[in-house]
């Protein structure tokens, strides 16, 4: 089983649409939860991240939490096609002296006009 | 405010040439730094990650070492280069007590 696991999309989603990302990790010992957006060639950008169960808003983007069930999501409201990226799941936890971010494989949105 | 710089941003090496790759963090000191690749088309890896000066934790058995020989800088080195050691490098930061990971920019690595 991976640590994180997002499906790979690609997602497509109609400019203004609700664009729903989902995670889950398999760690319950997991402590912060982070989505990262990454454009092609370029780094990850972090963009939201949630600490506690129930959702987090900033903006377009609502993360959601559920560490009963080991699931977290982002949602992207007005998608805009600027929003095209690949989005990473990230879950930090400490062990082995430090703590660790791992990330999922990340899945692909388009956003189309 | 914190930065973070790497370099060199594109590097394209011989099978079996060294390497030696840079980051440095700005603006803030005893950060965890820590070192990612991201093969094509894959997610990204933890390869090695420190605590501190001399401290050096390492994820994945392979070609590759890393060193910290001062606060805030560190370094991702290879002897000899392997075909499979193609791929996107990224240097993280994460101050203590700070949850979020900042990244560098990256360095694209080609073996040939």
């Known amino acids: 089983q991976k640590e994180v696991e997002q499906n790979s999309g690609p997602l497509s989603v109609p400019e203004g649409a609700i664009a729903s990302l989902n995670c889950t990790y398999s760690d319950r010992g997991s402590q912060s939860f982070f989505w990262y957006r990454q454009y092609s060639g370029k780094s990850p950008e972090l963009i939201m991240s949630?600490?506690?169960?129930g959702d987090k808003e900033d903006g377009r983007f609502t993360a959601q939490l559920n560490k009963a069930s080991q699931y977290v999501s982002l949602l992207i409201r007005d998608s805009q096609p600027s929003d095209s990226a690949t989005y990473l799941c990230?879950?930090?936890?400490f062990g082995g002296g430090g703590n660790k971010l791992t990330f999922g494989t990340g899945t692909q949105l388009k956003v189309e006009l | 405010s914190q930065t973070i710089h790497q370099w060199p941003a594109t590097l394209v090496q011989p099978v079996g040439s060294p390497l030696s790759l840079e980051c440095t963090v700005e603006g803030t000191s005893n950060p965890n730094l820590y070192w990612y690749r991201q093969a094509a088309g894959r997610g990204l890896q933890l390869l090695f990650y420190s605590v501190g000066i001399g401290q050096i934790s390492s994820e994945v058995p392979q070609n590759l070492s890393a060193s910290r020989p001062q606060d805030r800088q560190f370094i991702l080195s290879s002897k000899k280069l392997l075909l499979s050691d193609s791929g996107f490098y990224l240097c993280?930061?994460?101050?203590?007590?700070?949850?979020?990971?900042?990244f560098g920019s990256g360095t694209r690595l080609t073996v040939v």
């Open positions: 993280a930061w994460r101050f203590r007590g700070n949850y979020g990971y900042t």
């Open positions: 949630i600490y506690s169960n």
């Open positions: 990230a879950v930090d936890r």
